[in-house]
């Protein structure tokens, strides 16, 4: 028996909850107007809700975080503006200072539990040269795990619930990493949120094309 049946399109996914699991990630202050300076998602504070919905139809919950010291050479400047291109193997483009151990831009966003009662967790992003998205690699060519995939494969989960901020980056990588890892990976954008319409429908459909299920809210998931 499948773990994971979709009824129709658009429809219930029925799922075994002994072999899911539900992913937050990088619910944090910094991606919501608690820190307007760092990099705030519009309704980026009104998942938690969702979230916790999420995980009762999960039997692990898994959470991740950025960690970025202050000061990391992708950091946007006067000069250098957000988005601007930046050379190095493990950052792409540059990015207003945010996550930083010890703010409160680094806390998880108030309703969410505490880093200690999840089954799994990620700080990713610590070393001032490296800017990963996906919780799945340390670094941008894929190659150091940071053990989300092998934890999962070893507890025996087929299907990964995902949610968090923002959708069209962080959320994304760590979606298609794990599709790319063999698991039925469904997206729920009720748990989610984006930093722009536009990169939110690219991503939408990049997932979709990756075999990924989205769904709308947990209205559309049950246990078996």
């Not at 680094?106 to 799994?120: A, I, M, Q, R």
């Not at 700080?123 to 670094?139: F, L, S």
């Not at 959320?171 to 990169?199: C, I, Y």
């Amino acid at each position: 028996m499948e773990t994971t049946i979709a009824l129709n399109t658009g429809g219930v996914l029925l799922l075994a909850r002994d072999k899911v699991a539900s992913l937050d990630v990088d619910v944090q202050n910094c991606f919501t107007l608690r820190c307007p300076d760092e990099l705030p998602i519009p309704e980026g504070d009104q998942i938690v809700a969702e979230l916790n919905e999420q995980a009762g139809f999960a039997s692990l919950r898994i959470g991740a975080k950025d960690a970025h010291p202050a000061g990391a050479i992708w950091e946007a400047d006067e000069q250098n503006p957000p988005l601007s291109v930046i050379d190095g193997d493990n950052v792409d483009v540059r990015w207003p200072r945010h996550g930083v151990p010890g703010s409160v831009g680094f806390e998880l966003v108030e309703g969410l539990p505490h880093p200690t009662e999840y089954d799994f967790f990620v700080w990713k992003g610590v070393e001032p040269d490296m800017h990963p998205y996906g919780c799945c690699y340390h670094d941008l060519r894929e190659q150091l795990s940071t053990g989300v995939i092998e934890f999962l494969k070893v507890r025996g989960v087929e299907t990964v619930l995902v949610g968090g901020l923002a959708l069209d980056f962080c959320v994304k990588t760590s979606a298609m990493q794990l599709a790319r890892a063999g698991f039925h990976v469904v997206v729920n954008q009720g748990a989610a949120r984006g930093l722009a319409p536009e990169s939110v429908e690219q991503a939408l459909r990049e997932m979709a094309d990756a075999g990924i299920d989205i769904i709308e809210s947990v209205e559309q998931l049950q246990v078996m």
